[in-house]
């Protein structure tokens, strides 16, 4: 049992980042319909991955270049897979006026004036957002904290969009097809509980209220983005579930900010 849950991790880790898995790691479709419940795991680990950029680069380099490179590390471990899907939601959103139209412009792999706008706009809130709190911070560790919890709570963000709506999309070839099916109350929890690992420190360690606001924030992000979705194609598809996690993340470092720390 172990080893099967392993192996969903690993697949959930190959699927969702271009980061290294063990060769005896399968593939299947069955085990990419289980590694949902390790999707906020994987933020986790994208998540460390930044903290540690972050840390090494603010050893010689100020501040602003930390949080470059470390939003440059994230941009590398996942392949920017979750940008690419804001970018194309937005195209899609902004370009098409009828469901059909807005997931042909979706399945483009050019990229429009939407997309690049947005784009521009999330990542550059996000590059503030991290400068501020590291400027504000209390403790030398929270910029490192709030990017392990905000990559793993934006992740489960998504997360809770598999269990609540209908994928929209019928092509096989679907960058989410495989997550497609509907997760069951114990895949949820688990998912719940590494989103929940990821805020331990901010929420046990720190006053608790600017992560509860980040937290907040992040959900009505979420609701704002999938009552978008709802509206304009009925569900979601892959580059929505991308989309939501971008939108999460940066919903979440700006409800820490919110007041002062």
């Known amino acids: 049992m172990v080893r099967r849950e392993l192996e969903y991790f690993f697949g959930a880790l190959r699927f969702f980042t271009r980061l290294p898995v063990p060769a005896w790691v399968g593939h299947s479709t069955e085990g990419l319909n289980r590694a949902s419940r390790y999707f906020s795991a994987v933020g986790l ?30 941009l590398w471990a996942t392949g920017a897979f979750h940008e690419d899907g804001l970018s194309d939601m937005t195209d899609g959103f902004g370009g098409g006026w009828t469901k059909e139209k807005v997931l042909t412009i979706m ?61 929209v999309r019928e092509d096989a070839l679907s960058k989410a097809k495989p997550l497609a099916t509907r997760m069951g109350n114990g895949e949820m929890a688990l998912a719940a509980l590494f989103a929940l690992l990821g805020l331990a420190p901010l929420l046990f360690l720190l006053p608790p209220a600017p992560a509860l606001r980040g937290c907040l924030l992040a ?13 304009r194609l009925g569900g979601y598809t892959g580059d929505c579930l991308g989309a939501t996690q971008q939108i999460a993340e940066l919903c979440f470092y700006l409800g820490m900010l919110w007041t002062s720390i």
Do not use: I
């Open 45 to 74: 680990v994208v998540g460390a991955v930044a903290a540690l950029v972050f840390w090494l680069a603010s050893l010689g380099w100020p501040t602003e270049l930390a949080v470059l490179a470390s939003m440059g590390a994230t």
């Open 107 to 167: 399945k483009d792999s050019r990229v429009g004036n939407y997309g690049v706008v947005v784009l521009w706009c999330v990542l550059t809130g996000k590059f503030l957002a991290l400068l501020l709190l590291a400027q504000r911070a209390p403790v030398a560790w929270l910029v490192p904290a709030v990017l392990v919890a905000g990559h793993s709570l934006s992740r489960f963000c998504s997360t809770v969009l598999l269990r609540l709506m209908d994928y």
């Open 219 to 231: 959900a009505l992000g979420t609701f704002w983005v999938a009552r978008l979705m709802r509206r």
